[in-house]
């Protein structure tokens, strides 16, 4: 069983920065691509930032040079720094980890922890 446990997330000002946290535990390979997604109220899961084991990141629009996605291999945790925070990365942010055993694909999210960005 892969757990995968969040921390980092709170109420910040705009233009504020917070640091989530995601470790992941279990029975993982040694290949495996790790994952920040978001779920705004009312709206879609969508994702925010990916990196794989080899440290290729991909980053969606809206957060391409304010976030920055960074992993640890040893410790199986995932990073995000969220910088120039605005009040639409309001939103629940969910660490997910995935894989393919071929032929079978895996994949895993974690409880999620909230990001309010208010003043």
């Known amino acids: 069983q892969v757990q995968l446990v969040e921390s980092g997330g709170g109420l910040v000002q705009p233009g504020g920065s917070l640091r989530l946290s995601c470790a992941a535990s279990?029975?993982?390979?040694?290949?495996?691509?790790m994952g920040w997604y978001r779920q705004a109220p009312g709206k879609q899961r969508d994702m925010v930032a990916l990196?794989?084991?080899?440290?290729?990141?991909n980053y969606s629009d809206s957060v391409k040079g304010r976030f920055t996605i960074s992993r640890d291999n040893d410790k199986k945790t995932v990073y995000l720094q969220m910088n120039t925070l605005k009040p639409e990365d309001t939103a629940v942010y969910y660490c997910?980890?995935?894989?393919?055993?071929?032929?079978?694909?895996?994949?895993?999210w974690g409880q999620g922890t909230q990001v309010t960005v208010s003043s």
């Open positions: 279990g029975s993982i390979p040694s290949i495996y691509t």
């Open positions: 997910n980890v995935r894989w393919i055993t071929s032929p079978l694909r895996y994949g895993y």
């Open positions: 990196i794989t084991s080899g440290g290729i990141t």
